[in-house]
């Protein structure tokens, strides 16, 4: 029989990374979708391409072609496979794990009476705690009995999704709708505390005991980076991020920034590897500076009241370096230049800039980022925020 994985979602990181993970682990991949239109497509070609951009700007193009088709409604059909899967995944935004939540339990109460064998559920997601959020919405489906099954043989498993995938278009010469265009990095840190028995051998899955740091160093290294040269890319006019690395004052921020964090980072977690991280590092850069991407800085920027919440990458991540003991300067002045993004096609963009117009940059501050604006931290900012207004004004 047949290995495969049921992955729910077959969006940009469904088809574009776990898909191609998993046929490279020789495995199938189920994917069960809710774009009814999108299942008819792949249901009937069977495949879908694959552009995947190498570390030099070369493209590389697969086929994915070992995969199923179900669509949500068809629960009868997807209990089955969930009940003899090798594992499960999930890559459908967090708002819409509620939805998955049914038909998972349906699966595990199906498996619970046909297959002993444990279950992984791997969350891939863009959700700090998803795996014990979705746990909590899985349970309320279950039978008393599938309450058991869970406890002792599920494991809601976090990951790490660092793989970019940039918006398709013309400029990748991609027109087939059914294709994808990602960049070809392949790991995939997940939680081995949480895994119930034994997995298949899966390409680009790493295991790791220090789940909790491999998740901030995802948020406050790419994340926070990222964000930084989007922002700042964004008010000196650049269209992309490997555009914004090259300009000589925002690749110092960038550095800075990532400078501050690391000091951090080593703080929190002193056992970290040190050269791992340093190559962590080179890498990423080299990705973030990569031509071949064409990765905008205005869908890297999108949705900057999300970015600029206590808990995520900017506010986030100078909050992070405070409480190492460590002032967060060059963040600083990232999140500064985030709170004057206002590009006209972006709902939070615009509403963010209504924000300031109303309650003035200090109570956005208070509101919006949980700062205090006469802390040492609000000050960095609102002094960064009127030094980049100014430079706007003699434009």
């Not at 939805?99 to 002993?116: D, H, K, S, Y």
């Not at 959020?133 to 043989?153: A, D, H, N, T, W």
């Not at 278009?169 to 990095?185: C, I, K, N, Q």
Request: charged share 30%; hydrophobic share 45%; proline share 5%.
């Amino acid at each position: 029989m047949k290995l495969f994985g049921v992955q729910f979602g077959a969006g940009n990181i469904g088809r574009g990374f776990i898909g191609h993970l998993l046929q490279e682990s020789g495995l199938w991949t189920v994917f069960v979708e809710a774009n009814e239109d999108l299942v008819a497509k792949l249901r009937e070609r069977g495949c879908y391409p694959l552009r995947l951009i190498e570390k030099d700007g070369t493209f590389r193009d697969v086929v994915i072609d070992r995969i199923e088709v179900l669509s949500v409604k068809e629960e009868a059909a997807v209990a089955e496979k969930i009940a003899f899967a090798a594992l499960v995944l999930t890559a459908v935004g967090a708002k819409n794990l509620p939805q998955v939540a049914p038909l998972l339990a349906r699966g595990i109460e199906e498996r619970r009476m046909r297959n002993p064998e444990p279950l992984n559920v791997f969350l891939c997601e863009n959700l700090k705690d998803a795996p014990a959020i979705f746990r909590e919405k899985v349970q309320q489906y279950l039978s008393p009995e599938g309450m058991e099954f869970l406890k002792e043989r599920v494991g809601f498993v976090g990951t790490v999704i660092a793989r970019m995938v940039p918006v398709l278009d013309e400029r990748f010469g991609m027109t087939d709708p059914l294709g994808v265009v990602a960049e070809s990095y392949t790991r995939l840190p997940f939680d081995a505390r949480a895994v119930r028995g034994v997995l298949p051998p899966l390409f680009g899955f790493e295991g790791t005991e220090h789940f909790e740091a491999e998740e901030e160093r995802k948020l406050f290294f790419h994340n926070l980076g990222h964000a930084v040269l989007a922002y700042l890319g964004y008010l000196r006019g650049y269209s992309y991020i490997h555009e914004a690395l090259g300009d000589a004052f925002i690749e110092r921020v960038f550095s800075g920034a990532w400078d501050e964090v690391t000091r951090a980072f080593f703080r929190k977690y002193p056992f970290w590897n040190g050269d791992e991280h340093r190559e962590y590092l080179r890498d990423l850069r080299a990705r973030f500076a990569n031509p071949a991407m064409m990765d905008t800085v205005v869908r890297v920027g999108r949705d900057p009241l999300r970015k600029l919440s206590p808990k995520d990458r900017l506010i986030g991540g100078a909050l992070f370096c405070l409480a190492q003991g460590v002032f967060p300067e060059h963040v600083a002045c990232g999140c500064a230049a985030a709170l004057l993004y206002d590009y006209p096609k972006d709902e939070e963009a615009k509403a963010l800039q209504r924000m300031i117009a109303e309650e003035g940059v200090r109570g956005v501050l208070e509101r919006v980022c949980g700062v205090d604006p006469e802390s040492e931290l609000g000050k960095a900012i609102e002094r960064w925020y009127r030094r980049f207004q100014e430079e706007r004004s003699r434009r």
